[in-house]
Structures are given as structure tokens and as C-alpha cells.
């Protein structure tokens, strides 16, 4: 079974259109995360979920939000798509937020903004 | 603030050569280090990891020890395969109130046969 698993894989869509991308862990741990990586491969941060409760939120537009209904679900709601916003989204959970732990990413989903 | 810097790339080796990858480090608190790698259109995978000054993190042949007082993770393969091409990024986590990893900008690694 797969630890981190985020659908789809692959989304092809046109701009001004709304996504989500799905995710789910089954490793039993209390903390989530969206990254995204951009067409240079530099990965950052955009949210992260505590036992359902947001503990970071960097500066993304509004027009992404995410949505944890419980602590094995975080999906990434998109709204009003740009061009901009084509990249590679990975989700991504660790067991909590102490330094010790080790965070376990999804395989990624590769969002294309036509 | 944390940061991560690794060397630029594209570094491209022949099969069998020795490979170092440069990744120094600025956090605050103490930091647990990481190698991830990411494959040709693949997710991020964990390679090794490291959470205390002077632990060697190893897998697949690849090495890695913590150097706190270079505050250095050199990420080390005494010989490549081709096998081996990929991104690979040096990466922290430090808790201490900061509940992310921070990425190096990654090292595009390609072995020729």
C-alpha cells in the first residue's frame, strides 16, 4: 500500500477553472503538508495541518486553500486558475512537528495550466 | 531564518566515478538533515538522514555525515551508476516552532555509461 497517495497525477486544465488535488495518508501520523515545486525544482513550503488544525500558512494567494477533514486527509483546493500556477504539487506527512521526525512525500501531482 | 545552499549543478560523472555533493547549512535550533531524491518524473523519496552531530546517514551506497561544526550533510557515493541520475536535494527540519523542511535548490546528477 501507498504511504502517501495524492490524485491525480497528472491534470491538464484550462485557465480560470477550479481542481482539487486529493490526498491521503495511511501511515497513521498527525501532520500533513502541501509543497510545491516549480519548473526550476526548487520546492517550498504552502501548508501544513496539525491534527486537523492549520500551523503554517505561507503566503499563497487566497485563491488556494486548503481543506483537512480529518487527520489522514489533506486536499488542496485550487480556484480561478492562472498559468502561474503550473507546477508540481507534493503532499507529504510526518509522524509530528519535532525535529526528529522524518516527512514522507506523496508521488506528486503534475498540474498543467493551459 | 533556515536556508540550505548545495552545490550547483548539472553535475555529469561517468559510471563507476566518485560523487560528492556540497550542502551546507544555517538553522535555528538543532536541525535534523536529510537527502531526498527525486527521479526522473517521480515523487520525492527519502535517501538517508541524519539527526545528530557526527551520525552517518547511509542507503543505496550513498553517505552522508553531520558535521556540525562545518554545518555541513555532503551527500557521498564511492561509484556511481547510471542508475543514480536524478535531482537530489539537501534538506532540513528543525522543529523548534518551524514544522517544515527547507530545501536546498537541488543537484541535477546524470551518469553517462
Known amino acids: 500500500d501507498t504511504a502517501v497517495s495524492q490524485t491525480p497525477k497528472y491534470l491538464v486544465t484550462q485557465m480560470g477553472n477550479d481542481k482539487s488535488i486529493k490526498c491521503e495518508q495511511n501511515l497513521g501520523h498527525d501532520t500533513m503538508y502541501w509543497y510545491k515545486q516549480d519548473s526550476k525544482k526548487f520546492l517550498k513550503i504552502m501548508f501544513s495541518y496539525n491534527n486537523k488544525e492549520l500551523i503554517i500558512n505561507e503566503t499563497v494567494p487566497n485563491r488556494f486553500s486548503p481543506k483537512s477533514p480529518d487527520k489522514a486527509h489533506l486536499n488542496l483546493h485550487i480556484n480561478s486558475l492562472e498559468l502561474g500556477d503550473s507546477a508540481v504539487y507534493f503532499c507529504a506527512s510526518s509522524q509530528g512537528t519535532g525535529r526528529g521526525n522524518t516527512i514522507y512525500f506523496g508521488e506528486g501531482s503534475w498540474l498543467t495550466v493551459v | 531564518g533556515n536556508s540550505v545552499t548545495q552545490m550547483e549543478g548539472p553535475v555529469t560523472l561517468s559510471e563507476e566515478a566518485f560523487l560528492t555533493i556540497n550542502c551546507t547549512y544555517t538553522?535555528?535550533?538543532?536541525?535534523?538533515l536529510f537527502w531526498y531524491v527525486q527521479y526522473p518524473g517521480e515523487g520525492l523519496q527519502l535517501l538517508l538522514k541524519a539527526t545528530k552531530a557526527d551520525d552517518k546517514g547511509s542507503n543505496k551506497g550513498f553517505e552522508a555525515t553531520y558535521r556540525k561544526e562545518t554545518t555541513s550533510f555532503h551527500l557521498e557515493k564511492g561509484s556511481v551508476q547510471v542508475s543514480d541520475s536524478a535531482v537530489y536535494f539537501c534538506?532540513?527540519?528543525?522543529?523548534?516552532?518551524?514544522?517544515?523542511?527547507?530545501f536546498g535548490k537541488g543537484t541535477k546528477l546524470s551518469v553517462i555509461p
Open positions: 538553522a535555528t535550533g538543532y536541525p535534523s
Open positions: 534538506a532540513l527540519f528543525s522543529g523548534a516552532g518551524s514544522y517544515q523542511l527547507t
